[in-house]
T-cell receptor, first 112, second 115 residues
Framework: AQRVTQPEKLLSVFKGAPVELKCNYS??????LFWYVQYSRQRLQLLLR??SRESIKGFTADLNKGETSFHLKKPFAQEEDSAMYYC??????????????FGKGTRLSVIA | DAGVIQSPRHEVTEMGQEVTLRCKPI?????LFWYRQTMMRGLELLIY????????DSGMPEDRFSAKMPNASFSTLKIQPSEPRDSAVYFC?????????????FGPGTRLTVL
């Protein structure tokens, strides 16, 4: 079974402080992991994916297969980072044909 | 491309009424997904279609929920009769079937309130 766990419903940090949004997954195969972000009154959009190994808006995430984690990090939080963040997984069976499984989300609040 | 289009954006109805949510996927996409977002349960997959065919509807909460995709450019999610616990934001998403590197693109959502 595929499962994504985001242990924190709400995370509050001060502007300029480091941010880490936790994501753990459960999957026996080789997953593809994603982070989606939903800003206030906007649609859900892709932030980054592990296969791209890129930094988007200062955020990075590394897939740790040993710890089955895909934590999202940013060294210095900005007020505009305040949003709802969802971690998502796609399994490797029929990868082109299967939907994403999402965690319950973490609301990040950056305090000025 | 306007992206995934959903209508209505907001729906307020009374318990027992029928509700129909609509989705137009991105042109050329042939996989379509319906999700429900609530504070308690986060983002749950309700059903998805590949080439207009329902593949997995195990996420549909009860028989009151039904979804159709009569053609490649239109899908509906119907709730009949609606109940207050159905209040949530319903998202539609689409992608290209079989495209390994593709991801899901989401619509703006329909915020449903059942009184």
């Amino acid at each position: 079974a595929q499962r994504v766990t985001q242990p924190e419903k709400l995370l509050s940090v001060f502007k300029g402080a480091p941010v880490e949004l936790k994501c753990n997954y459960s999957y026996s195969g080789s997953p593809e992991l994603f982070w989606y972000v939903q800003y206030s009154r906007q649609r859900l959009q892709l932030l980054l994916r592990h296969i791209s190994r890129e930094s988007i808006k200062g955020f990075t995430a590394d897939l740790n297969k040993g710890e089955t984690s895909f934590h999202l990090k940013k060294p210095f939080a900005q007020e505009e980072d305040s949003a709802m963040y969802y971690c998502a997984l796609r399994g490797d069976e029929f990868r082109g044909n299967t939907p994403l499984v999402f965690g319950k989300g973490t609301r990040l609040s950056v305090i000025a | 491309d306007a992206g995934v289009i959903q209508s209505p954006r907001h729906e307020v109805t009374e318990m027992g009424q029928e509700v129909t949510l609509r989705c137009k996927p991105i042109s050329g996409h042939n996989s379509l997904f319906w999700y429900r977002q609530t504070m308690m349960r986060g983002l749950e997959l309700l059903i998805y279609f590949n080439n207009n065919v329902p593949i997995d509807d195990s996420g549909m909460p009860e028989d009151r929920f039904s979804a159709k995709m009569p053609n490649a450019s239109f899908s509906t999610l119907k709730i009949q009769p609606s109940e207050p616990r159905d209040s949530a934001v319903y998202f539609c998403a689409s992608r290209t079937l079989g495209a390994y590197t593709d991801t899901q693109y989401f619509g703006p959502g329909t915020r449903l309130t059942v009184l």
